[in-house]
Structure formats: structure tokens, C-alpha cells
């Protein structure tokens, strides 16, 4: 995949660092990330908990949180009306343990991903009153219910909605848009409220919701505040911008998760082997949040909700080494989907196709999303992955910043038996004989060139190697947790001298690079996780085989080798010995 490697380069004041009392650096990274001005800025470095808003200024909230408390004395019940992804889980649980504390009448339910489908379902509806229920409460999901809530009103359920997807709108006639009718409509990302930040996940609006109650209730405010520890993990898997809110909530959602005497989170932690380790955002996105995923895959989310909210720790136990196996499970199908999909992709020569729609009916419908998401990655095009679901084929969508993939499906919507999203990604329903008319359509109608197709890779700044120290490297950790909308910093070099090259690892898939530092005869090592293959045939083009397999034979260079280098900078320690290594991101001959 071609790569155009960009400089960031935007303005900053350059008297900032002084009033904040960092360096320079941190104030340029700082303005990458749009963070200007003292005010932000330090709202950004040292924002607590103290730096929440309240609550109370998002519209509806009062009025829902009088339905709840008058629902709690009067001991109607109250059902938790939740979502199978991680954050539609997280949100049940926090909910989940701020009723038990209120002594409230209630009881949950997660739809099924195959059967219901994401949202409110009239049939579930039906039950639910039919077993007593006088209140939905709805979390991560809602906003866009508009038949199910008005079923709901005519059967004598009050609908408290929490939500923080967007507001559907209006493309064609017949088309339910705007808000829905529900009793209180919680959601920051409607026009009518004036909450300054209109960027949480569904499990920040359903914290925010506890916070509310416990203080209209009397409740202590810390023990609302503890919840931040669940929010933190939504927060991050559901990729939000990891800034303003979101940036306390999970900088002191980490500080708990790392104490945490939460009984699954503990033992989640166990059987990833992550029970001695310094928990960050990474782990949460890419080890916990996949685990809690996973339930809602392939089996029933209300595993992990239970996780979450159990009080028995053999019960945590055997339930985290489920979600364990059950992630396990989902690796392994996601692998060899995303195999299966290539060969498809080759075979019905689809490999220049400027959107690629692939319909796979042996894949589980549960993983269209991840195997979308990394086709897109090898191509860096649009791709939709559809296989067959329970009546229709189903599918998912994952889209380029240069490609809005929800409103190019709209302009499709003909074609489509159901749809939503948002411009990097989409599910969809669709009949089978209308996919290839879907494809060539999509294709057709795309005005993406070839500039659009480079996967950009975007520098905060050039930093030669000479200058790198642990000072530096101290000071970009302030800028942590990072994550979507503050990714850890990227640096890169020109010209840099390579005297040894080494293939390591179990599989021989990585390699280590040594560089010269500058004119010095110092050294610092270049070490890359991934890429060997990569590395190996941009090698093999610039100056052979022969040359590629004696470097490989011998692991010294008996001629003047340079590469340019996109990096970020790493202390290693090894036998108690400190150094600087450079985790290779790009890399070029």
C-alpha cells in the first residue's frame, strides 16, 4: 500500500509553553491535537473529576430522573433496555449497580444481536409489559426507535431514553427523523441541548444519569464517582474522541482499574495475565473490550453484563475465563474470515476496485464489522463485508476519512432493506440479487483519485535522533491516555544510517534495526513488530536478493544503507539497564 507521510503543521503560541510550564514540545503536540489556549490546555494536562459538567445541563435530565426516583418509591419496575456491544454492555452494568444501591424494583435486558438486532424491539416490548414492566430505561441506544416508542406509549410504558448516537435525519418521504416521542430524551447530540460537550459514549450519558440521581436521591457522590472505573472501558471501546470529558473519565477511570475491587474486572484482568501489569488505554481497547465483545458475538451479552455486576467471585472467575475463550474463539474466526475474504478478493479480481463490496455467506455475521475494518487496513479502501443473516444477507461497513460510506449507502437506499451509520462506518440489509447492482453502483458513483487512496500518515514532528532523551520521552506521557483524537505521538527522521539488521521473534516475523546516531558513533536500536515481509521486498527491490539474504546470513552491512523513519520513542529496559528504542510505525528505503 502507497504511503504519503504528512507534517503536521499548525499554528501555536509560542509563549504557551512558558504560562503552562512544560516545553515546547508539549505545546506543538498539544496544538496538533487542537488544543489551544491556556484554558484548554490545561484543562487537557490536569482536568479531574472536579472538571465534570453537570448533569443537570443536558436536556431532559431532570425530568428523567423524577420518573426514575418517583419509580423507585412507588416500587414500579424499571427495566434497563441495553445493547450487546461493549458499551451498550458497560451502560446496563453501570445502571445495573446504581438501582441495586437505590433499592429499586428492576431487572435488564440485552437484545439478541441475531434474532432482535440493535435497538428497541416491538415483540421484546410486548414481553416486557407483558411481565410487569413500567418503565423502559434505555441506554446506548434509542434515538432513533421512533415506531418502538410510540408502541410503547400505547401500552402504558413510560420510555426514559439515554442515548448518544446522533439524531436521525431526513432523506426521503416516509422517513421517521428528528427526535422520538419518547417521556425524557437524554442525548447531548440533539439540537435543543445546551450541554457543552456533546461527545460522550452511551456509558458516559448513563454515567452522568447515575450521577444525577444519586445527587437528587442524597447518595454519596463518590460512590457514583467509582463507576468512572466501567465508563473509562466503554469509553475507550466505542472510540470516541478521547478529549475533554472523555479524557478525565478515562485518565481516572485507568487510576481505578488499576486498584479496581471490582470482582470481573479483577478477574478479567487475571486471565489475560494482566494482573501485575499497569493497566492503560491499550489494554482496555484491545484486551478487555474485545473480551466483553465477544459475548455479544457469539453467545449472549448478558455474560459479561453479569461479569460486570457480580457480587460471587467463583462466579467472576468462571465467567472471565469464558469471555476469555469465547475472544479466543472470535480471533480465530476473524483470522481466517479475513483470509478467506482476500482470496475472494484476488480470485474475482476485486483487488482495484475502488470500493470493495464482498459477500461471504460462510461468515459469521457477528465478525462482518472486525473483517471489514481490517481489509480496510490492507487496501485502504471503502469496504463492505455482507454474509448471510437469519432472513436476509447482512453486513458491515467500514469507510476511509475521504469517503462518507453513510451517505454514499443513502444515495443507494433503493436497494437496501435496512440501513444506518455514520460517515467511517455502516450496518446494512440487503437482498441478495440486489448486491452486485449495490456494487456497481457504489463504484460508479465514486469520485475518490488516487491521492485519496494513499494511507496518509501524519507526523507531529521531525525530531533527529541525536536529540531524543528520557526527558523527552517523560514529558509526551502527561499527553496519556491516548487514543482516538489524541493518538500517541509520531516522530520522524531522514537519512538515518542502518550498520545491523536482525530478524527476531517466535515466528521470525519482526526485525531490529541499529542506527547510527548522527556523526557520533553512538547507536539506538529501530525495532519493528510487524512488517518483515513488507520491509523485505522494499529491501529486495532497491538492491536484490543476493544482498537481502547475505545481510540476512551475516546481520552486517558492508555498504552505506538508509532508510527514512516514522517512530515513536520507547524506554527499554533490559537487566536493569535503561535505553531508548524507537518503535517502528513507517518506514522507507
Known amino acids: ?14 509563549t504557551l509553553h512558558e504560562k503552562l510550564n512544560v516545553t515546547p514540545l508539549i505545546t506543538r503536540l498539544l496544538a496538533n491535537r487542537n488544543i489551544k489556549g491556556i484554558e484548554d490546555s490545561k484543562n487537557f494536562l490536569y482536568g479531574d473529576l472536579n472538571n465534570l459538567l453537570d448533569g ?3 436536556k431532559d435530565m431532570k425530568k428523567g430522573i423524577e420518573k426514575i426516583v418517583d419509580a423507585i418509591k412507588n416500587h414500579k419496575k424499571i427495566v434497563i433496555y441495553g445493547d450487546y456491544d461493549c458499551d451498550g454492555v458497560v451502560s446496563t452494568a453501570i445502571l445495573y449497580k446504581a438501582l441495586e444501591e437505590c433499592n429499586a424494583n428492576f431487572t435488564y435486558h440485552i437484545p439478541h444481536r441475531e434474532y432482535e438486532g440493535y435497538g428497541m424491539n416491538i415483540d421484546t416490548i410486548k414481553s416486557l409489559k407483558d411481565e410487569g414492566c413500567d418503565i423502559i430505561l434505555t441506554c446506548d441506544n434509542g434515538i432513533a426507535a421512533h415506531k418502538e416508542i410510540n408502541y410503547a406509549n400505547s401500552i402504558g410504558i413510560d420510555v426514559i431514553l439515554t442515548d448518544h448516537h446522533d439524531v436521525p435525519i431526513k432523506i426521503s418521504e416516509g422517513d421517521s427523523y428528528g427526535v422520538p416521542n419518547a417521556y425524557a430524551v437524554i442525548n447531548p447530540k440533539q439540537d435543543e441541548c445546551h450541554y457543552n460537550f456533546k461527545d460522550l459514549c452511551g456509558a458516559g450519558v448513563a454515567f452522568k444519569f447515575v450521577m444525577c440521581l444519586y445527587e437528587i436521591l442524597g447518595i454519596d457522590k463518590n460512590k457514583a464517582l467509582k463507576l468512572v472505573e466501567l465508563c473509562a472501558i ?6 470516541v474522541d478521547i478529549l475533554g470529558e472523555n479524557r478525565i473519565i478515562v485518565k481516572e477511570g485507568l487510576k481505578l482499574i488499576n486498584n479496581t475491587d471490582n470482582l470481573g474486572i479483577k478477574e478479567l484482568l487475571k486471565i489475560n495475565n494482566l494482573q501485575d501489569k499497569t493497566i492503560s488505554s491499550y489494554h482496555l481497547g484491545f484486551v478487555i473490550g474485545p473480551c466483553i465483545n465477544a459475548t455479544g458475538r457469539l453467545e449472549t451479552a448478558k455474560l459479561s453484563v453479569e461479569l460486570l455486576t457480580t457480587k460471587d467471585i467463583e462466579r467472576a472467575k468462571i465467567l472471565a475465563k469464558e469471555l476469555y475463550e469465547l475472544n479466543a474463539r472470535r480471533q480465530e474466526m476473524t483470522t481466517d474470515s479475513v483470509e478467506k475474504v482476500l ?5 474475482e479480481h476485486m483487488k482495484n476496485d475502488k470500493i470493495l463490496v464482498v459477500y461471504n455467506p460462510n461468515i459469521h455475521e457477528s465478525i462482518a464489522g472486525i473483517v471489514a475494518g481490517r481489509v480496510k487496513e490492507i487496501y485502504n479502501v471503502p469496504t463492505i463485508i455482507l454474509t448471510k443473516g437469519h432472513e436476509i444477507p447482512k453486513g458491515s461497513a467500514r469507510s476511509i476519512e475521504e469517503y462518507n460510506i453513510f451517505e454514499e449507502l443513502s444515495k443507494c437506499k433503493k436497494l437496501l432493506s435496512k440501513f444506518g451509520g455514520h460517515k467511517m462506518a455502516a450496518g446494512l440489509s440487503i437482498e441478495e440479487k440486489n448486491i452486485s447492482i449495490l456494487r456497481e453502483k457504489l463504484i460508479d458513483n465514486c469520485t475518490l483519485d488516487y491521492d485519496d487512496f494513499l494511507l496518509k500518515v501524519r507526523i507531529d514532528c521531525r525530531i533527529p535522533l541525536e536529540y531524543l532523551n528520557e526527558k523527552i520521552i517523560e514529558d509526551i506521557n502527561i499527553l496519556e491516555p491516548f487514543g482516538k483524537g489524541n493518538p500517541s505521538p509520531i516522530f520522524a527522521e531522514k537519512n538515518i544510517k542502518v550498520s545491523r539488521f536482525f530478524v527476531m521473534g517466535k515466528n521470525k516475523d519482526m526485525f531490529r534495526l541499529r542506527c547510527d546516531i548522527g556523526n557520533s558513533y553512538r547507536k539506538i536500536d529501530a525495532v519493528s513488530f510487524k512488517g518483515l515481509d513488507r520491509f523485505k521486498d522494499m529491501f529486495i527491490d532497491k538492491y536484490g536478493e543476493e544482498r ?3 545481510v540476512l546470513d551475516c546481520g552486517q552491512f558492508d555498504f552505506d544503507f538508509r532508510i527514512d523513519l516514522v ?7 533490559y537487566n536493569d539497564t535503561k535505553s531508548i528504542q524507537l518503535i517502528i510505525k513507517n518506514i522507507r528505503i
Open 343 to 347: 482470496e475472494q478478493i484476488e480470485k
Open 234 to 239: 466503554a469509553t475507550v471501546c466505542d472510540v
Open 1 to 14: 500500500m502507497e504511503e504519503k507521510w504528512v507534517l503536521i503543521n499548525r499554528n501555536i503560541d509560542k
Open 548 to 550: 537481502y539474504l547475505k
Open 567 to 573: 517512530y515513536v520513542p520507547k524506554i527499554n529496559e
Open 56 to 58: 443537570f445541563q443536558m
